[in-house]
């Protein structure tokens, strides 16, 4: 067999492949580094990553249309939103997520969700319809049992309730942390261990939407903060349990032990 055809396929490389940028993403005016940024942040979110992966650099510069120059400037960025990292002589990979990152990426959620939610009486209608549309993606996702694209439109989910905030600084910054969320679902190997995890978030997301929609926010922030804390407490206890190379065990800099967050979140 040739060497080429033995290789097997790359899939952040595959996943640039199958979803070529929008139109209006190549004449949204920013630069070519900040398009790889955002495209890169879209394949994570996307499923396309799993920690650890190896960056080709050369492969993913054709393959993203950028120059080489561009794509390791864009990995400078990404790489101080935590989503890779670079190892001496060994190249750039998908960061592996640690206990303290999954715990803070929570207390962000929780600051920024709960709060779009309280304001979401008074968000404009086409804010609100997209969390259906998103639903019956899920739904339909479920029944093919495709439980990669169950958890990609569990992201896109929370992405449009941060929208209800009408802060585009917010949406960037929660585009950033539900991109490092994804990463944390690698805790999730198996399609039974998928399924488990993610089936009960959609009646809850399906639950919360239909309070938003008769204005009921107060309940609608209630269910929500349960739900967080329950998923928090589900994936630190994952993390116990995952695969070794999954997560890191390493903590980040600065982070708070690991011990400190395998207590039950608080239902804030």
């Known amino acids: ?26 004449s949204d005016g920013d630069s070519a580094v900040i398009r790889t940024v955002r495209r890169f942040r879209e394949m994570v979110a996307g499923g396309g990553a799993r920690p650890g992966h190896h960056l080709r650099e050369r492969e993913l510069a ?8 561009t794509l390791r400037e864009a990995f ?15 190249g750039v990979f998908i960061r592996r997520i640690t206990a303290g990152d999954i715990a803070d990426i929570f207390r962000v959620r929780r600051l ?4 779009a939610v309280r304001r979401a009486n008074g968000a404009p209608r086409v804010l609100i319809t997209p969390l259906t549309d998103i639903l019956d993606d899920a739904d339909r996702a479920v029944a093919d049992r495709r439980w990669t694209d169950v958890a990609t439109a569990d992201i896109r989910w929370h992405q449009a309730i941060t929208q ?45 939407t239909e309070l938003i929609l008769v204005g009921d926010t107060e309940a609608a922030e209630t269910a929500l903060a349960a739900y967080l804390a329950r998923a928090e407490r589900q994936l630190l206890a994952a993390y116990r349990t995952a695969a070794p190379g ?23």
């Open 1 to 26: 067999m040739d060497k080429a055809e033995a290789m097997p396929a790359d899939p952040v490389i595959t996943w640039f492949r199958d979803h070529p940028p929008r139109p209006a993403d190549e």
């Open 62 to 69: 054709e393959a993203l249309g950028v120059s080489r120059n």
């Open 76 to 90: 400078r960025l990404l790489a101080h939103e935590e989503l890779v990292v670079h190892r001496l002589n060994r």
């Open 112 to 115: 920024v969700e709960l709060d």
């Open 164 to 208: 209800l905030t009408g802060s585009r600084r917010l949406q960037e910054t929660m585009t950033r942390v539900l991109a490092e969320l994804r990463l944390a679902f690698a805790a999730y190997g198996s399609s039974t261990e998928q399924e488990r995890f993610h089936r009960p978030y959609l009646a809850w997301n399906r639950q919360i």
């Open 246 to 268: 999954t997560l890191s065990a390493e903590p980040s800099p600065g982070a708070p032990s690991v011990e400190q967050f395998l207590s039950p979140a608080p239902e804030w």
